[in-house]
Each structure stands twice: as structure tokens, then as C-alpha cells.
């Protein structure tokens, strides 16, 4: 019974580890379309790179640079993503210009929720196969109606603004 015990106990690390190779499994280039749409039906699309790759030695750190669009138009945006823990389920991307914007490793997905001014963002990053899918949701404060004294709870409703998404594949450089 003690060498089932023992058995079980070395095989759970060992499984969470495999699953959890994040980022490691994404190094590389991946490229795609990104969709933007809005809820007053605007629409755009615009060619998306994302680099993921290690700076130096450093298993904490990546280069995390995001590039949006081709030729005159093209912004490209040089962050990190920084592991915060050993467990690597938490990290942070830093923007390079004091902005931080924590990140979560949850179930082979990366999610950061942040606020910008007025704007909620909620952003999710997954690889299934070989596609790398991307989507942020901005969303704003609707204005409140008059609350209900009996409210204990502070409760605040949020309209959706616009949609960005991306999958992108694979890229050889």
C-alpha cells in the first residue's frame, strides 16, 4: 500500500509539469490575421506577429514582441513576459515603459484582466495543436442605475466594446 502511496505522489509533479510547459511550447513565431470588430459594427483586419522567445539564460524571462501590420503601418510592440513565481502560474508582461500587466496560467490558457482609464480589458491566449489563439474583449462601465438599498454587495455592469482575435500559426524565420 506504501509503495502505491509513494508511486501516486511521484507521478501528480511529474504530470503537472508536462502539461504546464509554458511558455516553452510556444518559443517561436507565430503569425496570423487579427479581427477587430465593434458593437457598432466596424470592422477591421490586420496582419499579427507575436515572438516568444527566451532572453538569455533566464528561464523567467521571454521576449514577448507583438507586431501589428505590414510596411508604413506597422507597430510593433517590444515587451517580456516575466515568470512572478516558480509554479509558473503566474507571470507578468511588461510593457518596458512601467506598465505591468499581470498574467495567470490556468488549464493551458493565459488570461490577464486590466483597466485602462475607463476600460476593462480581458485577454486570453491558448495553443491547441499548432495554432496559438489570441483575443482581448474590451469592455466599459455602464452608467448605474439607481441602486437598491437592500444591495450589500458592490455590483457594477460592464457593455462590450469591441472583440480583437487572432489564431496564428507557425511561422519559420
Known amino acids: 500500500m506504501s509503495f502505491l502511496i509513494f508511486v501516486s505522489i511521484s507521478i501528480i509533479p511529474t504530470a503537472a509539469l508536462s502539461s504546464n510547459s509554458f511558455p516553452q511550447n510556444w518559443q517561436g513565431?507565430?503569425?496570423?490575421?487579427?479581427?477587430?470588430?465593434t458593437i457598432q459594427g466596424?470592422?477591421?483586419t490586420v496582419p499579427m506577429t507575436l515572438r516568444i522567445k527566451p532572453l538569455s539564460q533566464n528561464p523567467m524571462r521571454y521576449a514577448w514582441q507583438i507586431t501589428y501590420?505590414?510596411?508604413a503601418k506597422?507597430?510593433?510592440?517590444?515587451?517580456?513576459?516575466?515568470?512572478?513565481?516558480q509554479n509558473a502560474d503566474h507571470f507578468a508582461i511588461d510593457e518596458k515603459d512601467g506598465t505591468l500587466i499581470d498574467a495567470w496560467w490556468l488549464g493551458d490558457k493565459l488570461y490577464s484582466q486590466f483597466r485602462v482609464e475607463n476600460r476593462l480589458l480581458s485577454t486570453k491566449y491558448q495553443l491547441e495543436g499548432n495554432r496559438l489563439h489570441y483575443e482581448l474583449v474590451v469592455y466599459q462601465p455602464l452608467i448605474?442605475?439607481?441602486?437598491?438599498?437592500?444591495?450589500?454587495?458592490?455590483?457594477?455592469?460592464?457593455?462590450?466594446?469591441?472583440?480583437?482575435?487572432?489564431?496564428?500559426?507557425?511561422?519559420?524565420?
Request: glycine residues 6%; proline residues 2%; hydrophobic residues 25%.
Open 74 to 85: 506597422k507597430r510593433v510592440r517590444n515587451y517580456e513576459l516575466v515568470a512572478k513565481n
Open 29 to 37: 513565431t507565430w503569425s496570423g490575421i487579427m479581427y477587430d470588430r
Open 69 to 71: 501590420g505590414t510596411g
Open 144 to 173: 448605474s442605475q439607481a441602486q437598491d438599498s437592500q444591495q450589500k454587495a458592490s455590483f457594477e455592469n460592464y457593455q462590450l466594446r469591441s472583440v480583437q482575435s487572432a489564431e496564428l500559426s507557425p511561422v519559420k524565420e
Open 42 to 44: 466596424k470592422s477591421q
